[in-house]
């Protein structure tokens, strides 16, 4: 089993080193590591945010593992040069068009979201993000304009794109709660008429699952109001970027959360993928032990389960995280003044008492 790591800025190193001293006290059998540069790291060593051998060692493996990207520093660099490159080559290179990202309330930590704790109780959704398309993937540029320079960006979606994706949402709801909403903007959007039309077609495989439309701004909305009416929510890229860092402060705090990118290339032990927090490098707080780890640990969760089929081992990082937040232990983000590396001794400690 190969796992590549790829802590890249900010407090990328910080959390993903807390993932990695989980992941050591599961000694599986068998395992390698490999590090490589992504970012602003990779940009001021290699001149690029991917290099060619980081792309490479992504491919020879079975998972990837990834902090986080991105770098005031970086902000005035051409598009192709920026941090932010080294995930969304990533993402679009190794074929990862499907991003789950799971928010449900941890028992304990109601009344520190940003709901009423009896409205955060509720939450219990997993938004499937499309990631490899929309405005994030089309033609883009500067032109001349009477107004002076104008930016631009295609956005689109194609019906195989929207198919597949939507695929793996039905599948995904079948083991949920069997309700999905398509999250779109169809009453503007040209992308969105494809995207529910397909969507449509789709749910004919999928006769369990209760498919329901809701336009963005209206799924935001509900997400603070109402976020227990959710079970699955697809939806394209950009909306999916969104409403999962909202879904996030429902639940408690950004540093929570964590995603599995997916697409359909099978390894020996499952399905190739690469787990990322759903948080950035946060510049604000990087270097001073403020992170959260709770997001890269449970990144690391969604990586045992879905690429290594380690489901025993899993669940047993997931209840030690929930066993932590429920014994008060967590830091700023939450009220509370644990630092990094607190966090992570006491989510190592609470490992051992899980069978
Ligand atoms: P961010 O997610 O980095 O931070 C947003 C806010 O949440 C900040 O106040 C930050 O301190 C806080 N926060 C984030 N993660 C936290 C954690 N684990 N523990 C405690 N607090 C946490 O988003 P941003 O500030 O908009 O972006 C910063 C940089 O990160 C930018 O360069 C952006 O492009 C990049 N970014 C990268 C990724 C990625 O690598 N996948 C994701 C999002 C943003
Ligand atoms: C995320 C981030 C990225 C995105 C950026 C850094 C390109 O916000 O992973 O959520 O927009 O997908
Ligand atoms: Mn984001």
Not at 129 to 135: H, I, P, T
Not at 143 to 159: F, H, K, L
Not at 228 to 233: K, M, R
Request: proline content about 4%; overall charge negative; charged content about 25%.
């Amino acid at each position: 089993m190969k796992i590549a790591v790829f802590a890249g800025d900010g407090i990328g190193p910080e959390v993903t080193a807390q993932a990695l001293r989980v992941l050591d006290e599961l000694s599986l059998p068998g395992l390698t590591l490999f590090e490589g540069d992504v970012g602003a790291v990779a940009y001021r060593r290699h001149g690029q945010p991917l290099p060619d051998e980081t792309l490479e060692m992504a491919r020879a493996a079975d998972a990837v593992m990834f902090g986080a990207v991105g770098d005031f520093s970086c902000d005035d660099l051409p598009r192709h040069l920026r941090p932010e490159q080294a995930i969304l080559g990533l993402r679009s290179e190794l074929g990862l068009f499907a991003n789950l990202r799971p928010a449900a309330g941890f028992p304990g930590l109601e009344h520190l979201s940003s709901l009423k704790p009896e409205i955060a109780r509720s939450i219990d959704v997993l938004v499937v993000r499309e990631l490899n398309g929309d405005v994030y993937f089309g033609d883009k540029g500067e032109r001349a304009s009477a107004g002076g320079r104008e930016g631009w960006d295609a956005m689109s979606y194609n019906e195989a794109e929207v198919r597949r994706i939507a695929h793996t949402a039905f599948r995904a709801a079948m083991g949920r709660g069997k309700k999905l909403t398509s999250v779109d903007k169809a009453n503007v959007l040209e992308t969105s008429r494809i995207w529910r039309e397909t969507v449509i077609d789709v749910a004919k495989d999928y006769s369990e699952v209760t498919l329901d439309h809701m336009y963005v701004d209206n799924a935001a909305m509900q997400m603070v109001k109402a976020p227990g009416q959710f079970d699955t929510i697809v939806t394209g890229n950009l909306f999916g970027d969104i409403l999962s860092d909202q879904a996030s402060a429902c639940v408690g705090s950004i540093g929570l959360l964590a995603s599995a990118s997916l697409g359909e290339r099978q390894t020996g032990y499952g399905t190739f993928g690469l787990y990322e927090p759903i948080h950035g490098s946060a510049p604000d707080i990087a270097g001073q032990g403020k992170a959260n780890p709770v997001a890269a640990v449970l990144s690391l969760a969604m990586l045992l389960r879905h690429s290594l089929g380690r489901e025993e081992e899993a669940v047993r990082v997931e209840r030690a995280v929930e066993g932590i937040l429920a014994d008060g232990v967590f830091g700023g983000d939450l009220g509370g003044n644990a630092t990094t590396g607190e966090i992570g001794d006491a989510i190592v400690s609470k490992l051992l008492t899980i069978s």
